[in-house]
Every structure is written in structure tokens, then in C-alpha cells.
């Protein structure tokens, strides 16, 4: 395949990171895209997951105000 060389030089940057083949990369990175369903979590739902703390914006942004002053 070709592709521009900047394009390549992500990939070549990519793949030295993993210690693998530019074209191992290419292999896993094209078999992921063919796997993927397209759908995806819906991202209220990964942000929920994540447990970060949460507040009422009012409350939120009194607790950042007071740790200014």
C-alpha cells in the first residue's frame, strides 16, 4: 500500500514504541478496524463509569472559587 510519509512516519514511530514490524502494525491496526462494529459505549455511560466525584454545578463552583482565595 501506499501511504503519504508522513503518514508513514506515525506508523514507523508507532510501531518502534511496540518493538514490532511496521507491517505487524499495519496487520493488527487493519484487523482491529475490520472487527470493529462501530458501536460504542455511550459516553454518559463511560463517564459514569469512571466513579470520578460529582456535585451540583453551583456547589462545584463554589468549592473552586473558595480554593482560590
Known sequence: MLIPELLEARVRKASERRRISQGEWVRRAIERALTD??????PLSQLAGLGAPTADIGQMLAEI????S
Do not use: F, L
Open 65 to 68: 472559587e473558595a480554593g482560590r
Open 37 to 42: 462494529d462501530g458501536t460504542t459505549e455511550d
